[in-house]
């Protein structure tokens, strides 16, 4: 298989700013949360302090256990997980640090920590209570993530999983909140084939394929999966991370759907080997200024030629021509998330 370390630019463009992955939404400007303010003086409990995440994860790509317990849950519930946040993992090879693009940690301003123990933002967003000491660092740890239950959800019956990656790489309450709430509630769920929504939260640039394994294994020690059935997608940076997670999980999914899939900061075009076996919708408009069109092109271009079961479309909702916008026609989409849902997984051999 070939590994994304393999395709980094040269060591010079590691040094630029990444430009910015989404205009769908706008980047956050919230206050810096003061960690030493305790609220004027009050006799309160400090919040929990130390390290962010400690306890190491599994070498390779062995599945890391949650170190957490989760919350209590029911059918048709909204569930935010954050057993594997206490996982500190060693960055992927083609992971940089965040500070080398000059990604600012926006969880530290108010209003926008993914790790809240709420599946919710806006008006709804409770802050968690915490103090790290590390808190530049927190990249590093595992993903907090949402899982929405099908509303009969049954322990006794297995079911599907759609997992959706987000875009951007500097995140807000705003954001958040529209790729997990609004974005999350256009996606098409079949009355007759009801599956378990789970969208990890990534702080680092661009996805980690063994942080996306764990949080799958994590899922399945609680709740019925069908492990035939898991399906990968994601748009812009999470239309990429959809190409390189399943590129490094080949045997995990049946089906993957990327959109608009950024183009920095290397090129995916590498990874059509390792995505050939796998039945893929992609999707990327040809007017689209944030993200490579020609590179989508290419790919699809590729696999197609590798013998991959690829549809490729230009043109969604009501426009004759798109850009980077428009996602949630595409997730609410019955004929797109079915012939998604439609397919089992084959192993890559």
Known sequence: MLRPSRLLPLACMLLEVLPACDSEKPAGSGTAIDAGDDGGGSESTDPPSGP?????????????????????????????????TGVIYEPADYQLPNSAWGVKTWWMYAGSDPWSEYPYW??????????????????????????????????????????????????????????????RGDFHRPQDDP????????????????????????????????????YLTGLSMGGRGTLIVA????????????????????????LVEDLAHLPI????????????????????????????????????????????????YIYSDPEIMEWTLAWIRSPSG
């Open 52 to 84: 962010a995440c400690a306890t190491q994860a599994a070498a390779g790509m062995s599945p890391t256990p949650g170190v957490t317990p989760w919350p209590s849950f029911s059918a048709g519930e909204l569930v935010k997980v954050n057993s594997l």
């Open 122 to 183: 806006g008006s709804e967003y409770v802050d968690p209570d915490h103090n790290f000491t590390d808190d530049e660092q927190r990249w590093r740890c595992g993903y907090s993530y949402v899982v929405e239950l099908p509303d009969d959800y049954d322990p006794e019956q297995a079911y599907p999983i759609v997992i959706f990656l987000h875009g951007s790489v500097e995140l807000d309450g705003d954001t958040l909140d529209w790729y997990h709430n609004s974005l």
């Open 195 to 230: 599956y378990i929504y789970v969208a990890p939260i990534k702080l680092e640039i661009d996805w980690d394929a063994k942080k996306v394994q764990d949080v799958i294994e994590d899922v399945k020690t609680q709740l019925s999966v069908d492990e035939d059935r898991i």
């Open 247 to 270: 590129s490094e999980l080949p045997d995990t999914f049946a089906a993957i759907l990327p959109l608009s899939p950024h183009h920095d900061p290397y090129s995916y075009l590498p």
């Open 281 to 328: 919708w992609m999707m990327h408009g040809e007017i689209d200024e944030v993200s490579s069109f020609t590179m989508a092109a290419l790919m699809a271009d590729a696999l197609d030629k590798a013998g991959a079961i690829i549809e490729f479309q230009t043109t969604w909702g009501p426009w004759d021509e798109v850009g980077h916008w428009g996602w949630e």
